[in-house]
């Protein structure tokens, strides 16, 4: 009689676990994910081999950009930039009082607006000033047009024909040839 019993309770067990199984909907026996995916930035419009030129409101020319590749990612509002060239000038051109700079770069971002460019990569920036011409190279820097001002936190290094100054941590001011070092300064002086 136990054993019957026995039998019994077991297939009453088996036979309601497989009524379970077969009413429940698939989704019950699929794990559920707790990880959030990540999405990308998509390319939202893109261009390649492009040359862009600003103008002021009297219609001086601003900058000229090159860039092997530029790329708009949705729900972006700045520009991403392959191979970046850009040249900026400023200054008096009749009284040949022109002031500048240019810069070469792996890569860069530039603001909608088109004040605020920040390059990366094996940056090179040639200033030219009243007085001189200077060579800047650092890994990466930022640069305001409206402001005419350069700043990088990282190491550069800065040539010019007397003076060669290293350090880490730039603030350059181009229009008023300002230049603050935070830290780790060397220079080196050649009187001509």
Not at 26 to 46: A, G, H, T
Not at 87 to 110: D, Y
Not at 172 to 186: G, H, Q, T, Y
């Amino acid at each position: 009689m136990i054993r019957q019993s026995f039998i019994g309770i077991t297939l009453v067990v088996i036979i309601s676990w497989f009524l379970v199984v077969w009413d429940s909907p698939p989704e019950s026996f699929i794990r559920k994910n707790n990880s959030q995916l990540v999405q990308e930035p998509s390319v939202d419009s893109y261009m390649t081999t492009m040359t862009s030129q600003r103008f002021s409101d009297n219609g001086n020319e601003l900058f000229i950009l090159t860039s092997s590749k530029m790329e708009l990612l949705s729900g972006e509002t700045q520009l991403h930039l392959s191979a970046p060239r850009f040249v900026s000038r400023i200054g008096n051109l009749e009284q040949r009082e022109e002031k500048g700079v240019s810069f070469v770069a792996n890569s860069g971002t530039l603001s909608a607006d088109g004040s605020k460019l920040a390059l990366n990569g094996d940056v090179v920036a040639f200033i030219n000033g009243i007085s001189q011409q200077s060579t800047l190279t650092s890994n990466n820097l930022s640069y305001n047009s409206a402001r005419m001002t350069v700043t990088t936190d990282g190491g550069f290094k800065l040539v010019s024909p007397e003076l060669t100054l290293s350090g880490t941590g730039l603030n350059a001011n181009l229009d008023k040839e300002i230049f603050r070092i935070n830290s780790k300064v060397r220079a080196t002086h050649d009187a001509i």
